[in-house]
């Protein structure tokens, strides 16, 4: 996978979870959610990700797969994904 780097102000706000200019949204259905920004995925449980698409990530289908609880993947922008069972806490941009 192919990844920018991040300033370290910027990385370290990421990891703190600075959330002032960033908002949380928890997906648990097997909609298409679509228009997404989030540049975090957490999966507090075995999710099974059906699809995603997500910009300046190379082979972003190599995450269509079962993922085991706890998992957490920062990449670029994540603009779609579709759960098959599961849940995803995704953080914008």
């Known amino acids: 996978m192919g990844f920018n780097q991040l300033d370290e102000k ?5 990891m703190i979870g600075n959330i002032v200019d960033h908002q949380v949204k ?3 259905d097997t909609n298409a959610h679509t228009s997404l920004s989030w540049y975090c995925l957490h999966f507090p449980v075995e999710t099974v990700v ?3 698409t997500a910009s300046d990530v ?3 289908a ?3 797969t079962t993922l085991p609880a ?3 993947l920062f990449l670029g922008t994540v603009t779609a994904i ?5 849940v995803v806490i995704g953080y914008t941009h």
């Open 50 to 52: 059906a699809s995603i």
């Open 58 to 60: 190379t082979n972003a």
């Open 10 to 14: 910027e990385s370290l706000m990421r």
């Open 62 to 64: 190599g995450v269509q």
């Open 26 to 28: 928890v997906v648990s």
């Open 70 to 72: 706890g998992t957490t």
């Open 82 to 86: 579709t759960l098959t069972s599961g």
